[in-house]
């Protein structure tokens, strides 16, 4: 676990507008939910740099909010190798991901990579990319990330004895 208690946790899809967000504000207002939020620090971001500075996609912003979730505040940056050092976990959204984190990953640094539903209890499964879908792609996404959010947060609340 980092220091000051905090684990930190980043989760990465391509461009940072649909899936990762919704996962870091998913599991934002999961934690302060549960009174936990002091305990995370919850970042996103892309493994490419199609959409560095814009918020997330307008789709992923209304079923978020649609189910009480803020996706405010959030802009898109790409992966950066030095995050591989100052996070305690990086999800992978998609097997794509996964693989492009593994290659990116300094030495010793490749298990902090997973796979986000695999983490969550949901081996070998990716979180669709909803960005050519239409807006019941992205409320499928949310529940997903809902789902799995949940799972991941009492995983590690344990782990850490938080």
């Known amino acids: 676990m980092s220091s000051a208690g905090v684990v930190k946790i980043l989760f990465v899809c391509t461009g ?9 504000g998913v599991f934002r207002h999961l934690a302060q939910d549960a009174g936990l939020g002091a305990h995370f620090h919850i970042d996103s971001a892309g493994t490419d740099s199609y959409h560095i500075g814009e918020g997330p996609d307008r789709r992923a912003v209304k079923i978020a909010a649609r189910h009480g979730v803020s996706l405010a505040g959030q802009r898109a940056r790409a992966l950066k190798p030095e995050d591989f050092n100052t996070f305690d976990y990086l999800y992978a959204m998609d097997g794509g991901h996964f693989f492009d984190m593994q290659s990116r990953a300094p030495s010793g640094h490749t298990a902090k990579v ?49």
């Open 16 to 24: 940072n507008i649909c899936r990762s967000p919704t996962a870091e």
């Open 114 to 162: 997973e796979m986000f539903l695999a983490a969550a209890g949901a081996e070998g499964q990716d979180v669709p990319d909803p960005w050519y879908g239409n807006e019941a792609d992205f409320e499928n996404v949310f529940d997903m990330v809902h789902s799995a959010s949940q799972t991941l947060l009492e995983k590690l609340r344990k782990a850490h004895g938080i």
